[in-house]
């Protein structure tokens, strides 16, 4: 039956009630872009990277961050680390950005977690140092300002870590420390945080950097990563699940693709999303020319190799655009949706309402974009 027959065949079915053509299936996710970070010393913001993320008191703070105001990598541009912390605020279906505040120093590339109204955010680096530090930040309406507090310090700095909370305790995984990347999962009470930080078992998989941890019922889960070892990149496409109460580790189903720098969220009781992440393909080719350029003299050869290099940063295709959702209950991944603009990586996917929120982040290499993203997740069929 060809689709003008199947259409008229129908119209004798409309008495019968509306009928849901399967091409007008509707999309699950709808999106809807918010209002650019407010622009800086009379220049506009680039936008950043790294930052801490989170709802407060009813209003999304970003704090610090890093970003390249003064030329991009290609362009010798230096890398700078922010201050810097924002509010956005709503007011019917108008959204605002506000200053709130500062960090006491510049700091990026931590892992941020809601509580109890604070933004938790652990670790983190900057241009010198990583951070063990574990600080908050609470909205304060009245004054229109952020006010901190302070919370045990982790066993040890990290910085490109991930977090989450279950059942009042705080979980790290993972991230970059002194000693190289870990696999460690540490834990604290956030009720009785007196009692410092105590370590789980590690993680049964390679040690890794920009992964996820998400929360869902009684379990964690672990979603790809990567490591960065003498200037070589691996990435990861394992995924694993952690039950506390027995504190054991067990893998799951590998991701489609491997991803690092991505964001991942619980959606209901039995489903995690995935909103794109960087498969490493560029990167990997940028760290090999990086290889080459180290073992060349001076001279045309290398300067050709460094337009090239140059090249694969300026002209980048962006990151994974696919929003992949794995079901718990099944064990399965599926691809539920694609991003319809530059997929922002090294950011969080922050819950607000009944909206999910990408705020800012790098969308190709040393280039933030200023926009965020809100989403409407429909339910899944």
Request: charged share 15%.
């Amino acid at each position: 039956m060809d689709r003008l027959t199947f259409l008229l065949g129908l119209g004798g079915m409309l008495g019968m009630g509306a009928v849901k053509l399967p091409w007008d299936k509707p999309a699950r996710f709808r999106y809807h872009p918010l209002p650019d970070l407010p622009g800086q010393q009379a220049q506009a913001n680039p936008g950043v990277a790294g930052a801490f993320a989170g709802v407060s008191n009813g209003a999304l703070l970003l704090a610090g961050g890093a970003n390249f105001p003064n030329g991009y990598p290609w362009q010798n541009g230096t890398k700078v680390w922010q201050t810097t912390v924002y509010a956005l605020l709503e007011n019917g279906r108008q959204f605002q950005w506000l200053p709130a505040g500062a960090l006491a120093k510049p700091l990026a590339y931590g892992a941020s977690v809601v509580w109890n109204e604070q933004l938790i955010c652990i670790g983190g680096n900057d241009v010198a140092q990583r951070h063990a530090e574990v600080f908050t930040l609470r909205w304060d309406a009245a004054a229109k300002q952020v006010q901190t507090g302070a919370l045990p310090s982790l066993p040890l700095a990290l910085a490109n870590q991930a977090a989450a909370v279950l059942d009042q305790v705080l979980y790290v995984f993972g991230g970059e420390s002194n000693h190289g990347t870990e696999k460690s999962l540490f834990v604290l009470d956030l009720q009785n945080p007196a009692a410092g930080w105590h370590k789980r078992a590690d993680l049964p998989g390679p040690a890794r950097a920009f992964s996820t941890l998400v929360a869902q019922g009684s379990a964690l889960y672990v979603l790809g990563g990567r490591e960065t070892s003498k200037g070589t990149t691996t990435m990861f496409q394992d995924a694993y699940l952690y039950q506390p109460q027995q504190d054991t580790w067990a893998a799951l189903p590998a991701l489609p693709v491997p991803l690092a720098a991505h964001s991942s969220i619980a959606d209901g009781a039995s489903s995690l999303l995935i909103f794109g992440g960087d498969d490493g393909v560029r990167l990997q080719q940028i760290e090999a020319l990086n290889r080459q350029l180290g073992q060349l003299p001076d001279g045309p050869e290398k300067a050709a190799l460094v337009r090239k290099r140059n090249d694969l940063q300026s002209i980048h295709p962006g990151f994974r655009r696919e929003v992949w959702e794995f079901r718990t209950d099944t064990k399965s991944w599926v691809e539920v949706g694609k991003l319809p603009f530059a997929t922002p990586v090294t950011t969080p996917t922050v819950r607000w309402g009944q909206h999910l929120i990408i705020p800012s982040g790098e969308v190709s290499p040393g280039i933030r974009t200023p926009g965020s993203w809100q989403i409407t997740v429909g339910k899944s069929s």
